[in-house]
């Protein structure tokens, strides 16, 4: 008979409508129908499991989207097999070397969300935990991540912020205006790093660079990050190689072998 005699439709339907909901930011009840080709009594029957469950969440706009509890659920898969543990190794040698936090991070919708970190053993240091988040635009990592993401992806993204009036000042560092937004986001993309100079925290600053994986596109960033009192420029100009080299390093285990964005 075959494997596909023994697919559950319900099942097959749910996680079509995961996957759909994965590509966009948001979807109603009416769009999720038409992109899977079910009827819409369907569609919010699945939905409304799945949102019960925990992996869908209804937005301000009574539209649906997927919550953290599938990247939960990858994460888990992360820490045995993905990026989380192939990086660790040179996470923690880079936090030996330059005696700094060490952040490793993704980015989650308009967020950079933070799935390893080394913590100094300075006693002025950032604390944070794994798990924390922060606008992607006005920080380091974040804007690493952006700068490689899609062009399409980046303007519906800096839209979406946009409209919503999220786009707002941290710090007197933090650039708001779209327009700069996206020529910063290009030289990044031109230099392989960025600087997180107090735009988020004030005093803090930190170096970011990409990694990718074995397709070519970002998988996550690393930054150092510490107080402006020993993050100087002198620091930073020995910083950028050292995380620069650091990315690589681990885009190269992750299968990655373009070259050319050092």
Do not use: W
């Amino acid at each position: 008979m075959g494997e596909f005699s023994d697919v559950v439709h319900s099942v097959d339907r749910a996680l079509s409508i995961i996957e759909t909901l994965s590509q966009f930011e948001e979807m109603g009840i009416t769009e999720l129908s038409r992109e899977v080709g079910l009827g819409k009594a369907t569609v919010y029957r699945l939905v409304t499991t799945l949102r019960i469950r925990g992996y869908i969440e209804q937005t301000a706009t009574e539209k649906y989207r997927l919550n953290l509890k599938v990247f939960e659920l990858g994460n888990k898969v992360v820490n045995r097999l993905g990026i989380r543990k192939i990086a660790y190794p040179y996470l923690e040698k880079l936090a030996l070397d330059t005696k700094e936090t060490v952040n490793l991070a993704v980015l989650d919708g308009t967020d950079v969300y933070y799935i390893d970190r080394i913590e100094s053993r300075e006693p002025l240091r950032i604390q944070l935990d794994i798990g924390t988040r922060f606008p992607a635009y006005c920080t380091g990592l974040g804007r690493v991540l952006l700068a490689y993401s899609d062009p399409t992806a980046i303007d519906q993204l800096l839209e979406q912020l946009q409209n919503k009036g999220e786009i707002q000042k941290y710090t007197h560092k933090t650039l708001v205006d779209t327009k700069l937004l996206r020529i910063e986001l290009n030289k990044i993309k031109e230099q392989g790093y960025t600087l997180d100079d107090e735009q988020y925290l004030s005093g803090i600053r930190c170096v970011s660079a990409p990694i990718f994986k074995h397709t070519g596109k970002v998988a996550a960033a690393i930054s150092v990050a510490g107080p402006t009192v020993r993050m100087t420029n002198k620091t930073i100009s020995k910083l950028i190689p050292i995380v620069k080299e650091t990315a690589t390093n681990i885009s190269v285990r992750l299968g990655y072998s373009h070259g050319g964005f050092i």
